[in-house]
């Protein structure tokens, strides 16, 4: 009888165990893919000459220019009214000191949406759109002439790469 | 069409052709507005700060270390005598005392009685920069900071929008990147600025080591097959990238200028390297290698208007000795420019204006500092006599032989200086119709 008393209790208490515990369900959590280079990344601030100099030379070189070397340089641009000439003039004394780091003609032609992309990464900061990818693909490949010398060319003496 | 809405188009006609003028396809706003009087100006700011005493009063020494020993020692520009003794400022031949030797005269006739000379006139600013400004804008620029671009338009700005010049067609040469000087080529005013500013240039430093360094081993592309490319790229870059006017700073020029520029950079290297360089009888450093570079300029471009800015007696702060000489190789270079327009230059023989005007004076009284003669140096505070200066000039339609004013008869301002030259190129109207002039300012044509 004292058995029989307790037999409830027990199915009560499996009841309320059954119904509580519960397995921990283990929850994770992603990101979704998003691209974070800006296609249309506001530029509106001029370089200073010194920034300039220093960005020009880290992406011509991939190493930092000397502070003495800085320094001149930026006499040098200072000493012409003209600064988008002398900066072509300096770009071009870069490209024929033999030291800048390029891709080879074939590397540039063996896959020109990456080098396009890569470009863009490279002296913009950006990834380009459809319409400026389409551009130079078809000007490359229709054009055997160019080498990437001459594009690097381009893209350090044009007006954004005066910009951040 | 009903008569009233006749009337009302024809109203709103009327009233753009007057509020709106008529901006002519080379960008100049209003046509020109009198005859010109040469066809180039040769601007030379004869800066750092000049006494009157040691210039055109001719006191040597005894105006300024009571040595009584007077004498001209700027006689390629001023009319008389030299001093005869203790000559201080001019070379050093080897083993004599410095400055022993004075630089032969280089101009048979003298700037002066070639052209027009204004003994007494006014600088309206006592220091460097404020004065160079003045002597640039036209403007008192009692407001202008330092380390700023002109607060209003250059001589050079008014002269490519009213007059349709190229960039190329002005340039500034001058005596190194100090002192702001690099800023004096256009104003950052908002109607005029660096769009239509002058070429700039401190060849002690572009063409110095630093420039060859730098900028003399550029690579010659091939026009069609290398250039042509780069140049379509980058225009297609540029038009992806659209700057406002202003938003990058100095001047531009166009593509064929900027070409024709790089080429004059190459050429003036290789003179360097082969010493072939045009040079005064006597050269060297500071003022004469400016002069230097200026005539190469000259020669190369043949430009409408060209500015030198001359610094080196400015080291009369600290040495009298030393200023004399710098005074006297300043004549000298100045006076074999003028030789070398006439004679080395046909396209601008006889048909250039130069003009010569230092930016302040100096003080009467000097400051305790002793040179190696144990003469004392002067300052530039801002007494009467930093604001007494000269101004000369000699050319075409410039009256000979001419002295305008006194000691005791002060005529002119180191404002009449732009007028004088917007007389010349024929658009004073419409400077002064601009109205950032000094309003006491008038061109020197209209005070002989």
Not at chain 1, 75 to 95: C, P, T
Not at chain 1, 127 to 155: D, G, M, Q, R, W
Not at chain 2, 226 to 238: D, Q
Not at chain 2, 268 to 283: D, T
Request: with cysteine; hydrophobic share 35%.
């Amino acid at each position: 009888m004292r058995t029989l008393y307790k037999i409830p209790i027990l199915l009560l208490i499996l009841c309320v165990a059954l119904v509580s515990c519960k397995k921990d369900v283990i929850a994770t959590y992603d990101v979704n893919d998003v691209d974070i280079e800006d296609k249309s990344l506001i530029k509106d601030r001029s370089k200073s000459n010194k920034q300039f100099i220093s960005i020009l030379y880290t992406t011509l070189h991939q190493k930092a220019i000397s502070s003495k070397e800085l320094v001149r340089t930026e006499r040098v641009i200072e000493s012409f009214g003209d600064k988008a000439l002398i900066n072509e003039v300096i770009v071009s004394n870069y490209m024929n000191n033999g030291e800048v780091v390029l891709p080879s003609n074939d590397e540039m032609r063996g896959n020109l949406d990456s080098f396009v992309t890569v470009t863009y990464k490279k002296f913009f900061v950006r990834i380009p759109t459809e319409i400026e990818k389409a551009f130079f693909v078809n000007y490359i490949e229709s054009n055997p002439n160019i080498t990437p010398e001459l594009v690097y060319t381009a893209f350090a003496s044009c007006d954004e790469f005066q910009f951040y | 069409m009903k008569r009233r809405e006749f009337i009302k188009k024809a109203g709103l006609t009327a009233a753009g052709g007057v509020a709106f003028p008529y901006i002519l396809p080379s960008g100049r706003l209003f046509a020109k507005t009198n005859a010109e009087l040469a066809d180039h100006v040769v601007y030379v700011l004869f800066a750092g700060g000049v006494r009157q005493q040691e210039s055109v009063l001719q006191q040597y020494l005894s105006g300024s270390q009571g040595v009584d020993i007077g004498g001209n020692i700027m006689y390629n520009m001023l009319n008389g005598t030299p001093p005869d003794r203790k000559i201080v400022y001019g070379t050093t031949p080897a083993g004599e005392p410095i400055g022993s030797l004075p630089i032969p005269k280089v101009l048979s006739t003298s700037l002066q009685s070639q052209g027009l000379l204004f003994p007494e006139v006014e600088s309206v600013n006592g220091g460097h920069y404020g004065g160079l400004t003045s002597l640039l804008t036209g403007n008192r620029s009692t407001a202008q900071g330092l380390k700023v671009r002109p607060n209003t338009p250059t001589i050079f700005e008014y002269l490519r929008r009213h007059r349709g010049f190229k960039a190329s067609d002005v340039w500034f040469v001058g005596s190194g990147i100090g002192n702001s000087f690099p800023l004096l080529n256009s104003s950052n005013h908002q109607s005029y600025g660096t769009n239509y500013g002058a070429n700039f240039v401190a060849p002690g430093i572009t063409f110095g080591n630093e420039g060859v360094d730098i900028l003399s081993n550029a690579k010659s592309y091939h026009p069609q097959e290398e250039l042509e490319p780069i140049y379509k790229m980058r225009a297609f870059l540029n038009n992806s990238f659209r700057i406002k006017n202003g938003e990058v700073d100095g001047i531009r020029n166009g593509e064929d200028e900027k070409a024709n520029i790089k080429k004059f950079v190459e050429e003036v290297f290789a003179k360097k390297s082969m010493g072939a360089l045009a040079r005064s009888p006597v050269s060297g450093a500071g003022d004469l290698q400016t002069l230097s570079y200026a005539a190469e300029v000259l020669k190369y471009f043949k430009p409408k208007m060209l500015v030198v800015n001359l610094t080196n007696v400015d080291g009369c702060h600290s040495n009298f000795s030393g200023y004399l000489r710098s005074l006297h190789r300043a004549d000298h270079g100045v006076g074999w420019l003028w030789n070398y327009i006439q004679q080395e230059i046909p396209e601008m023989s006889g048909k250039t204006v130069m003009m010569a005007t230092p930016e302040c004076g100096r003080n009467l009284n000097p400051n305790p500092i002793q040179d190696e003669n144990d003469w004392y140096a002067y300052d530039h505070s801002g007494d009467y006599n930093t604001s007494r200066v000269w101004s000369l000039m000699a050319g075409p339609n410039v009256p000979q032989n001419m002295v305008v004013g006194s000691e005791s008869n002060r005529v002119g301002r180191t404002t009449d200086n732009v007028l004088t030259i917007a007389e010349i190129f024929g658009i004073k109207d419409a400077v002064l119709g601009a109205g950032f002039m000094d309003p006491t300012a008038k061109s020197l044509f209209d005070q002989i």
